[in-house]
Each structure stands twice: as C-alpha cells, then as structure tokens.
Nanobody
Framework: QVQLVESGGGLLQAGDSLRLSCVVS????????MVWFRQAPGKQRELVAM????????YADPIVKGRFTISRDNAKNAVYLEMTSLIPEDTAVYYC???????????????WGQGTQVTVSS
C-alpha cells in the first residue's frame, strides 16, 4: 500500500505565502518524478510543477510566474510547494502525485494524494 498525504492548505489573503507538503508512505522501492497539480472549482486539473528524483524542476508557466518553488526531500519521501505572492486565482485543491515503483520487479505507476484546499481571498 502506498499513500500520499498532502498538508499545509488553508485560508489566506492575497499576497500571503504558503508551503504545501506531501509525504509518501508505504511499500516504496523508488520514487521517480513528483508533481503538484491543482484544480479550481469548475475547471480541469492542471499541472503546477514537477521535480525529478535528481531534483530537476520544471514549472507550468504562466501559472507559476516565478512565485512557486517545488522541492523534495528524498530521505523523507516528501515533496514541497512553496507559494508566494498568492492571488485569488490560486484558489484550488492542490494535489500531489508521484511515479512510484513499489518493487524492483514491478513497473512504476502514478499514485495520488487526496488533495489540500488553498483558498486565497482578495
């Protein structure tokens, strides 16, 4: 069993900063790319940022516009999303996903967390 648990969401004001965390637990052999997505009300889920196992990061501009930073701690099986200069348009449920191999004999596949709500008021 593999679980991804996000935390750190909340209700904020425009201009605030926030750090989301996602911790992976369970039967893990290797965690490959880790990704943050978000889904705003009435909209499709969209990719925000991704980071490889060797810490190569990529961002979905113009969503991020230099405001967000993704990082990971491989020792803790965790990925983080630092968000600054938050705007109301950042309001969404934020999900983390990871490409995980649970055994050396099995192929990796994507696992998802349950999401954490971020609400930004103007």
């Amino acid at each position: 069993q593999v679980q991804l648990v996000e935390s750190g969401g909340g209700l904020l004001q425009a201009g605030d900063s926030l750090r989301l965390s996602c911790v992976v637990s369970g039967s893990i052999f290797k965690i490959n790319t880790m990704v943050w997505f978000r889904q705003a009300p009435g909209k499709q889920r969209e990719l925000v940022a991704m980071i490889t196992s060797d810490n190569s990061a990529d961002y979905a501009d113009p969503i991020v516009k230099g405001r967000f930073t993704i990082s990971r701690d491989n020792a803790k099986n965790a990925v983080y999303l630092e968000m600054t200069s938050l705007i109301p348009e950042d309001t969404a449920v934020y999900y983390c996903s990871a490409d995980i191999q649970t055994s050396p004999s099995l192929s990796s596949r994507d696992y998802w967390g349950q999401g954490t709500q971020v609400t930004v008021s103007s």
